[in-house]
């Protein structure tokens, strides 16, 4: 599976942008999917997972009410709406793909990763 993150730039704090990850190379519809996040000097930590069929979802206390993830297995993408956004969550975004929902807030049980996109918010 390869995995493709686009969608970041730069908003001011108080807006919205959508992240999106494009998988090709198999199907994303029996993975699990996760997005983290890693800010300079820091280690990469968990945003939000999505369970293979999207009935399920999962976020971080830091970012729940704010991030809503969501999946459209027909385009094999899986996407982050990000709303109210604040400067501290300024960081390179991955996506990533793994067969169980076990352990879904762990980077370490992520089989496949995307490149990266970064999101900067400005104050």
């Known amino acids: 599976v390869q995995l493709q993150a686009f969608g970041g730039g730069l908003v001011q704090a108080g807006g919205s942008l959508r992240l999106s990850c494009a998988g090709s190379?198999?199907?994303?519809?029996?993975?699990?999917m996760g997005w983290f996040r890693q800010a300079p000097g820091k280690e990469r930590e968990f945003a939000a997972a999505?369970?293979?069929?999207?009935?399920?979802?999962y976020y971080a206390n830091s970012v729940k009410g704010r991030f809503t993830i969501s999946r459209d297995n027909a385009k094999n993408t899986v996407y982050l709406q990000m709303d109210t956004l604040k400067p501290e969550v300024t960081a390179v975004y991955y996506c990533?793909?793994?067969?169980?929902?076990?352990?879904?807030?762990?980077?370490?049980?992520?089989?496949?990763w995307g490149q990266g996109t970064q999101l900067t918010v400005s104050s």
């Open positions: 990533a793909a793994k067969l169980e929902i076990r352990d879904y807030d762990q980077h370490w049980s992520y089989d496949y």
């Open positions: 190379g198999r199907t994303l519809v029996t993975y699990v």
């Open positions: 999505i369970s293979w069929s999207g009935d399920r979802t």
